[in-house]
Structure formats: C-alpha cells, structure tokens
C-alpha cells in the first residue's frame, strides 16, 4: 500500500473498467477512457488541500485498487472512508486489511491540533462482502438510506446502509 499517483492511472483504468466492480461504486459506466487518470489527480489533489487520503493497494505486486479517508471536517472530527478492490482480487482479505490499515492512518493523521474521530463508511444493501469487511473491523450500522438520482440515477431505489 502506498500513496496513489499518476503512475497508477492506467492500472485503476485496467480494473475500475469491469462493471461486475462498478455496480457498487460511484462512477459512471462504462468508466470513461480518462477515469484512471482522472481518480490519480483527485488523489493529489486532496493530499494536497488536506481534504483525504488515497492509496493504492497492491497484492504480490499487482495493483488491486484503492482506499480513501475523504470528505474531511476537520471542525467536526469526521471523514469518510472508501474502499474497492478489483474484481480478481476479491475475497483474498486485501479489501478487510486496506480498511484496517486506513483506520489507523485516519486516526493518526491531523491538521494542527485538529484529530479525525469518527470515521463513516457507506455501502449498498446488496454488498453482502463490503458490509463483512467493515464490521470485521469495527464498523456498526447507524442507519439506512434510500439512493437519488445523482451518479446518473444508478443507485436510484437502491438502499444503503451507514457505518461508523
């Protein structure tokens, strides 16, 4: 695991593009010809503005996808963490030990004097292995909520579950 960069853009193209993965995740699909590049930017961009934390995850030296502390308040203590795994890397552990290793990050990392204290994660209903993952490492349901519009309507009707 390591700081995402630009050097993991066409690897992020190569996994995020399977639509088995993007069903559960916020971008459009298809995953558009820039996506990778796009999501290695954003990573500097929010490392830079202290706004979140990406990081590439890796198995045996292969790229097999991300983890994230964003959508930081600093005045309130909270970010949020989001994670994914590529399609072959799945059920291999990588998505419970990223959200652990992200824990700790979240809890260490601070601006000034202000701390990361609470820590939230969504998921869909449906992402039976997500809601595992996350409650192996603590996380506890705190409410459930139905999809918009938004994403291009695709988690329209779909529920979803909070964490903390």
């Known amino acids: ?78 970010a949020h963490l ?3 795994v590529g399609v072959p890397f799945w059920n291999q552990g990588i998505g419970s030990w990223a959200v652990a290793q992200m824990l700790k990050i979240a809890h260490q990392w601070h601006d000034e004097n202000r701390r990361l204290t609470t820590v939230f994660a969504n998921c869909l209903e449906e992402n039976h292995p997500s809601h595992q993952v996350l409650r192996k490492n603590g996380f506890r349901d705190i409410s459930h909520f139905n999809g918009t519009g938004a994403h291009g309507g695709k988690f329209e009707g779909r529920r979803w579950i909070r964490f903390s």
């Open 82 to 84: 989001f994670y994914w």
């Open 1 to 78: 695991m390591r700081p995402t960069d630009l050097f993991d853009a066409a690897a992020i193209q190569q996994q995020a593009q399977d639509p088995r993965l993007g069903q559960f995740l916020y971008w459009e699909h298809p995953f558009p010809v820039n996506g990778g590049t796009r999501i290695a930017l954003e990573a500097l961009k929010m490392k830079a503005e202290k706004q979140g934390l990406r990081y590439s995850l890796f198995s045996d030296g292969c790229f097999a996808g991300c983890a994230s502390i964003d959508r930081v308040d600093w005045d309130k203590g909270t």
